[in-house]
């Protein structure tokens, strides 16, 4: 029995669900706008408008209390395709997003059980924990994650040479470790700078080999200091795979180097909800 099967198992289900929902939504937006341009084949014919609101929180003598902010949102048949274009770049955004944080807890569980099952890899990797349970020693492992958790990375490559073999020798010829730190970097920018560009990530993509796997996912809309990043559904799901393929060279590497049974006969599962 592969007692790190349950761990890509887990990213597999979860992963599938959240591409499942972009394929969802970027399904129906994309036949209902096309449905629409059909249909209201006139020009600034209004399709939905909005303007926010809010409520003053100190004012106890009653009365009106709604306010307008000023601020509204049309959407018409004149912008309707770069707006949705935009709309499924967001959507598609967040959901690499979602993706990372499954791996980067996927990586945690491989590397706790892995370490847990053989101690002596705490001296290996000079991580200091308590016990060599699996929850403690996961608990211990921020010590060595390291920024971007390169150090996760680092670990792998110290103890898997069939990961660190096959990290850049692979089918698609390029490095998969640097192609994850990239991924890593555009999620900063989507958390923290709601995907607007800034010196520091231009300065980053602008070494070659950056810069050629940016470009292999990514596009920038708009001009500085607005220029933001934009991925579309299609770029999204060939992320995914990759994020797939990844944990797999993970799992296969461990298993062959612990000597642990191989075993790709993954549960079936079917996501309803």
């Known amino acids: 029995m592969n007692y790190l099967k349950r761990h890509i198992e887990e990213l597999f289900i979860e992963c599938t669900g959240l591409n499942a929902n972009l ?15 059909q249909n209201f084949p006139f020009p600034g014919q209004g399709l939905i408008s909005m303007i926010s609101a809010y409520r003053d929180l100190s004012q106890l003598e009653g009365g009106n209390n709604l306010y307008t902010t000023n601020v509204d949102y049309n959407l018409t048949t004149d912008n309707l395709s770069p707006e949705v274009n935009r709309l499924l770049s967001y959507i598609s955004c967040l959901t690499v997003t979602q993706i990372f944080e499954v791996f980067e807890s996927f990586l945690k569980n491989i590397l ?17 924990c308590e016990s060599a349970s699996f929850d403690n020693v996961r608990r211990c492992l921020y010590k060595i994650q390291g920024k971007s958790n390169k150090g996760f990375i680092k670990a792998l490559r110290i103890i898997s040479p069939f990961f660190k073999t096959h990290e850049e020798n692979n089918i698609w010829k390029r490095n998969m470790s640097h192609w994850f730190d990239l991924i890593g970097r555009v999620r900063d920018l989507v958390i923290h ?12 993509i602008k070494e070659s080999h950056r810069s050629k796997l ?23 799901y060939s992320i995914i795979d990759y994020i797939f393929e990844y944990a797999h060279l993970i799992y296969k590497g461990l298993s062959i180097d612990f000597k642990i049974d191989l075993d790709f006969n993954f549960k079936n599962t079917t996501l309803t909800n």
């Open 214 to 236: 940016f470009k292999l996912h990514f596009t920038i809309s708009g001009d500085r200091p607005n220029a933001k990043i934009s991925l579309t559904p299609y770029q999204a």
């Open 112 to 128: 706790a059980e892995i370490i847990s099952q053989n101690p002596l890899l705490m001296d290996i990797l000079k991580l200091e």
């Open 23 to 37: 394929k969802v939504l970027d399904s129906f937006v994309s036949e209902r706008s096309a449905e629409l341009s």
């Open 193 to 204: 700078s709601r995907l607007i560009m800034n010196s520091e990530f231009e300065l980053y």
